[in-house]
Antibody
Framework: EVQLVESGGGFIQPGRSLRLSCSAS????????VNWVRQAPGKGLEWLGF??????????DYAASVKGRFIISRDDSSRVAYLQMNSLRTEDTAVYYC?????????????WGQGTMVTVSS | DIVMTQSPDSLAVSLGERATINCKSS????????????IAWYQKKPGQPPKLLIY???IRESGVPDRFSGSGSGTDFTLTISSLQAEDVAVYYC?????????FGQGTKLEIK
């Protein structure tokens, strides 16, 4: 089965760091860019950033709201992508999703994880 | 950044009737080299991840019922549900993936009248 599974969410104090993981199975992980998207309580979807695959230099891009605080990385040998979140703020409280985008076919974000909740509060 | 604006913010439609959601991008998302519009539509239900419905503005994702269709080009796009079913109650988002940041619209909440 093709799937993505996020982990690492939880309750954390403002200013601290947290790393989320996105584990892939059922497909060739190295053929896809990995994107991270979040949804704060009662809000819409917000794209956070992506990392392309090795063939595209593993280049990254980020939303302005998280640039300089969040870092996306990947380990193709382990089929895992990461979202390192630093200097967390209360407004980072959200459900965090990882999702894939084919770098070859560009057919939208077709597979999503179930999401992991991050609560930033003192 | 490309700003995506959906209309309306909410919509109530009777079962079996047509629902239409509009999405406008602040600049063209048509990639000239392949003549494809880099627009996707997603359905979001509470407690579930988003589900891809449409990509390239008009291509239905595998397994999506054919009552869902997408249209438009350049900067103006539409998602149409031809005959609303109870299970279609959700929030619908358009997204451009033409250039990062891959921005989403604010969402349209679809309910049964």
């Amino acid at each position: 089965e093709v799937q993505l599974v996020e982990s690492g969410g939880g309750f954390i104090q403002p200013g601290r760091s947290l790393r989320l993981s996105c584990s892939a199975s059922g497909f060739t992980f190295g053929d896809f860019a990995v994107n991270w998207v979040r949804q704060a309580p009662g809000k819409g979807l917000e794209w956070l950033g992506f990392i392309r695959n090795r063939a595209y230099g593993e280049t990254r891009d980020y939303a302005a709201s998280v640039k300089g605080r969040f870092i996306i990385s990947r380990d193709d040998s382990s089929r895992v992508a990461y979202l390192q979140m630093n200097s967390l703020r209360t407004e980072d409280t959200a459900v965090y999703y990882c999702t894939r985008l084919s770098v070859v076919t560009d057919e939208g974000f077709d597979i999503w994880g179930q999401g992991t909740m991050v609560t930033v509060s003192s | 950044d490309i700003v995506m604006t959906q209309s309306p913010d909410s919509l109530a439609v009777s079962l079996g009737e047509r629902a239409t959601i509009n999405c406008k991008s602040s600049q063209s998302v048509l990639f000239s080299s392949n003549n494809k519009n880099y627009i996707a539509w997603y359905q979001k239900k509470p407690g579930q991840p988003p589900k891809l419905l449409i990509y390239w503005a008009s291509i239905r994702e595998s397994g999506v019922p054919d009552r869902f269709s997408g249209s438009g080009s350049g900067t103006d796009f539409t998602l149409t549900i031809s005959s609303l079913q109870a299970e279609d109650v959700a929030v619908y988002y358009c997204q451009q993936y033409y250039t990062p940041p891959y921005t989403f619209g604010q969402g349209t909440k679809l309910e049964i009248k």
